[in-house]
C-alpha cells in the first residue's frame, strides 16, 4: 500500500491533463484550456500542440479587421472596390433653380461613350464639404474687395456645417494661405478680412494649389474651388495644362466669379476668362459674372444651395481604362435640364 500511493501522485496529474484534451465537453467550457493552446509551443510534445485543423475564432483576442496581412481566406469579407468612380451631379431647371428629388430612372451615366451601370445613387448627397475659397487680391480686383470680404464672410457662415471644412487664400502674384481647413468661423471671417494689397494675378498658380490642397483630404468628402477674381492671369509660373491636370486629378468643383472692373471686352482680360471658363467646365463647376459687386451674396447663395441639392451616381467602369490616363464622363437626365458634372478623371494604378 505504501508502494502505491507515490505511484498514483506521480500519474494523476497527466491523467486529468490527458482527460481535459480528449473531452469537448470539458474543453469547451473551460478557459484554461482555450487560452493555454492559443499558440503552438515548439517546447510542448507533439500530443500538446494545436490542431492544425482547430479554429482561431475562440482562442484569438478580438481585433479590428487588419488587411495589410492577408494570409487567410477571405470568405464573407466585404471589400472597398477602390475602381469605384463617383461622380456629383448639378441638375438645374430652366431658371437656373435646383431640380431635387429626380429618381434614379431619369439619370444615364457614360464612360467613353459606353453606358455604365449605375451602382450608386443619392438624391441628395450627404457628404461633407472640404473647401478653398480664394480671393484675389491685385490691384485690379482690389477696387471691390470690401465687397468680396462681405459676401465671402457671409457664404462661410452660411455654408459651413459641422463635418465641413474650410481655408482661405490670397492670390496675387503669389498665393497666400491666410487660414487651413478650419470649421471655426471667427478663424475664418477674420482671415477673409485680412486679404493684403497685391499687384499681379497667379490664377493657375491659385487653382494647381488648392488642388494639390484638396487632392489628399479623403475620399468619403466633396472638394469645391470657389475663385474670386477678375480674371486677369499674368504672374503664374504654371501654365493652362497644369492647372487643369491638377484639378481633374483632384476630383475638385470649381466654382468662378469673375469681377469685372471693366466691362467693354476691349478692355479686359477675355483670353484669361476664356481659360477660366474652360477649366471651369472640365471640373463641373459653374461660373457667374456680376454686374456689380454687390450682386456676389447671391451668387454665394446659389452655389451654396446647389452645392445642398447635388446628385450622387457612383459607378464601377467597364470595361477600365489603363493605368493613369483621362476617362471621359458623360451625364444624361430626362427632360429640359442642365446638367453639370466633371467631365473626365484620372484612372489610377491597376
Not at 493555454?36 to 481585433?63: E, I, L, N, V
Not at 451601370?117 to 471691390?144: C, G, Q, R, W, Y
Not at 487660414?179 to 468661423?185: C, T, V
Request: proline share 6%; hydrophobic share 35%; glycine share 6%.
Amino acid at each position: 500500500m505504501h508502494l502505491k500511493l507515490p505511484m498514483r501522485a506521480t500519474f494523476y496529474p497527466a491523467r486529468l491533463l490527458v482527460l481535459l484534451l480528449c473531452s469537448p465537453l470539458l474543453a469547451a467550457n473551460s478557459p484554461a484550456a482555450d487560452t493555454s493552446f492559443a499558440q503552438d509551443k515548439p517546447d510542448r510534445p507533439p500530443w500538446a500542440q494545436k490542431s492544425k485543423g482547430a479554429s482561431t475564432a475562440k482562442t484569438q483576442p478580438a481585433a479590428e479587421p487588419d488587411d495589410s496581412q492577408d494570409s487567410t481566406p477571405q470568405r464573407g469579407r466585404i471589400r472597398v472596390n477602390v475602381n469605384l468612380v463617383n461622380v456629383l451631379v448639378s441638375v438645374l431647371d430652366e431658371h437656373n433653380r435646383p431640380a431635387p428629388d429626380l429618381p434614379r430612372e431619369s439619370f444615364q451615366l457614360f464612360e467613353e461613350g459606353v453606358e455604365q451601370k449605375i451602382e450608386i445613387f443619392e438624391s441628395e448627397t450627404k457628404l461633407p464639404l472640404d473647401l478653398v475659397l480664394m480671393v484675389d487680391a491685385s490691384l485690379s480686383a482690389h477696387k471691390e474687395i470690401v465687397f468680396e470680404e462681405e459676401a465671402a464672410a457671409h457664404f462661410i457662415r452660411q455654408i459651413l456645417r459641422p463635418d465641413d471644412r474650410l481655408a482661405v487664400y490670397a492670390v496675387d502674384e503669389d498665393v497666400h494661405q491666410l487660414a487651413g481647413f478650419s470649421d471655426n468661423i471667427s478663424i475664418l471671417e477674420a482671415a477673409v478680412h485680412r486679404i493684403p494689397n497685391g499687384a499681379g494675378t497667379s490664377i493657375y498658380d491659385a487653382i494647381l494649389l488648392a488642388a494639390h490642397s484638396l487632392e489628399h483630404r479623403g475620399e468619403d468628402r466633396r472638394r469645391v474651388i470657389i475663385l474670386v477674381t477678375d480674371a486677369g492671369e499674368t504672374t503664374s509660373s504654371s501654365d493652362f495644362d497644369a492647372a487643369r491636370k491638377a484639378a481633374v486629378r483632384s476630383g475638385s468643383l470649381l466654382y468662378t466669379i469673375v469681377i469685372r472692373p471693366v466691362k467693354n471686352e476691349s478692355g479686359r482680360n477675355t483670353a484669361g476668362e476664356h481659360a477660366l471658363e474652360t477649366i471651369t467646365d472640365t471640373m463641373g463647376g459653374a461660373m457667374f459674372f456680376p454686374d456689380t459687386a454687390s450682386e456676389l451674396d447671391g451668387i454665394f447663395d446659389r452655389i451654396n444651395r446647389e452645392l445642398r441639392t447635388q446628385y450622387r451616381l457612383g459607378y464601377y467602369p467597364n470595361p477600365r481604362g489603363p493605368a493613369n490616363t483621362y476617362r471621359q464622363i458623360e451625364v444624361k437626365v430626362s427632360g429640359k435640364y442642365q446638367v453639370r458634372h466633371r467631365k473626365s478623371y484620372l484612372t489610377g494604378p491597376q
